[in-house]
């Protein structure tokens, strides 16, 4: 699958993303993560990936 077609399905992103996320947070940093903590970080890292890949500001 091509990023742009994964980019343009934010649920499968978002699913694809949350044991990257989690993974970087124990291994690299050694900080574990409770669910809540887990599904709002990668909240916030998919949303910051789509609107980078819709050229959108932050914050708008």
């Given at each position: 699958?091509k990023n ?56 708008a």
């Open positions: 699958m742009t077609q994964i980019l343009n399905n934010e649920g499968y992103f978002d699913n694809l993303m949350k044991p990257i996320v989690v993974k970087q947070f124990k291994g690299k940093q050694k900080i574990n993560l409770n669910a809540d903590s887990a599904r709002y970080i990668n909240t916030l890292v998919v949303k910051e990936y789509m609107n980078e890949f819709n050229n959108e500001e932050i914050g």
